[in-house]
């Protein structure tokens, strides 16, 4: 049981998924800190509140003689919040994932041959000296320099 945990943690994908979630909520604070600290107050000062949070409230009365206050502002800044992670996702990973996978289908359908991800061995940069000289035209000057 321990072992097969091991290899399934151990795959590739599991550690690119770890990965992107550490990631994800490192970008996840720094766009709330950018949204909470720095729209919200601009966007609050055009309707006249402290920030957008705080903008757009509604006062609902109860049953008991209290009021509720629903805060509508709080769920446009929380809209804004999800926008600017969802362009700047697009942007920085989407499109050019998108762009790449174009580029590779396209030299496939021209039959464009992929490049080898192992480099070649000593025996195989021998056997292709040889081809090659094997391939070369004979030398009519016996090997003498003509000047």
């Known amino acids: 049981m321990i072992k097969g945990f091991k290899e399934f943690i151990l795959r590739g994908n599991v550690l690119d998924l770890a990965v992107a979630v550490v990631i994800g909520a490192a970008f996840s604070t720094v766009v709330t800190a950018l949204v909470e600290k720095v729209f919200n107050p601009l966007i609050g000062a055009l309707f006249n509140a402290n920030s957008l949070a705080t903008a757009f409230p509604v006062v609902i009365p109860t049953s008991s003689g209290g009021h509720a206050t629903l805060y509508f502002g709080a769920v446009i800044a929380a809209l804004i919040n999800f ?60 090997g003498k320099h003509q000047g």
């Open 83 to 142: 926008l600017i992670v969802a362009v700047i996702i697009y942007f920085v990973f989407v499109m050019p994932i998108n762009v790449f996978k174009e580029r590779a289908a396209a030299r496939k359908a021209a039959g464009v041959p992929e490049a080898e991800d192992v480099p070649a061995t000593e025996l195989d940069l021998l056997a292709e000296i040889r081809d090659l000289l094997a391939r070369a035209p004979e030398d009519t000057t016996g």
